[in-house]
């Protein structure tokens, strides 16, 4: 599939063969979550979740649980994808010839493509858009943007097009102020963090979390009048 090998395309940074993504261990609290789209499963219980100072209900509780699932599962790719990046950029600044910028590229592509395919094979499509959420929080730059400045703007249009074909836009950029499902993101980032769950890595822009709680608050506050 061509998404595949373009989200493979963000990861052709490092030719570093101990490069690993480091799955973390389930939680086993008593709490199975089961999606259609085929997400990894994953036990948890939180015993209550509180958005806007309030209990979630059933229903909100199950769908909160299904994007966390989905976040737990992509963040360690988007955090990845930050890091090869950086290597990419120091990388290439010691390089002189285009001859030798291109095959430093293919080496990284061939190792890359044989470590992280069948990885990102068995994403869903709503994984494949949070992934492209946090590609943009933790790089700053869109997807697309990624492709076109590494690739060329011919190669990131179609790859856009492809993408759109499985309900991926490579342009989304991750707005928790405005998005409410990125502020959802943003809540389980912070949580997973403070617990542990994920490894924190700065975004590329900081957000101010209490400040993004008292937006969405007002918000909140705002539909009950």
């Known amino acids: 599939m061509k998404i595949i090998k373009l989200l493979l395309f963000l990861f052709f940074i490092s030719i570093s063969v101990n490069a690993q993504v480091t799955q973390k261990d389930t939680i086993k609290m008593g709490y199975v979550l089961t999606e259609n789209d085929t997400i990894l499963n994953d036990t948890i219980l939180l015993p209550e979740i509180i958005i806007h100072k309030e209990k979630l209900d059933p229903e909100g509780k199950k769908q909160f ?3 966390q699932n989905r976040v737990y599962k992509t963040y360690p790719y988007a955090k990845l994808a930050s890091e090869r990046l950086a290597s990419l950029n120091r990388g290439m600044s010691n390089l002189k010839t285009s001859k030798e910028k291109k095959k430093y590229f293919k080496i990284v592509e061939d190792y890359l493509s ?5 990885k990102l094979k068995k994403l869903s499509r709503k994984q494949g858009q949070i992934l492209v959420k946090l590609i943009h929080r933790q790089t700053g730059t869109t997807t697309y943007e990624l492709v076109s400045t590494l690739k060329s703007g011919w190669k990131a249009f179609w790859s856009n097009a492809t993408a759109r074909m499985f309900d ?4 989304t950029k991750y707005a928790p102020y405005e998005v409410n499902e990125d502020f959802l993101i943003e809540t389980i980032l912070v949580r997973a963090f403070e617990s542990g769950r994920l490894q924190n890595q700065k975004p590329a822009t900081a957000v101010d979390y209490d400040a993004l709680m008292d937006s969405w608050q007002s918000k909140s506050d705002a539909l009950k009048k």
């Open 65 to 67: 649980l299904i994007l």
């Open 114 to 118: 044989n470590e992280f395919e069948a």
């Open 168 to 171: 991926i836009n490579l342009k």
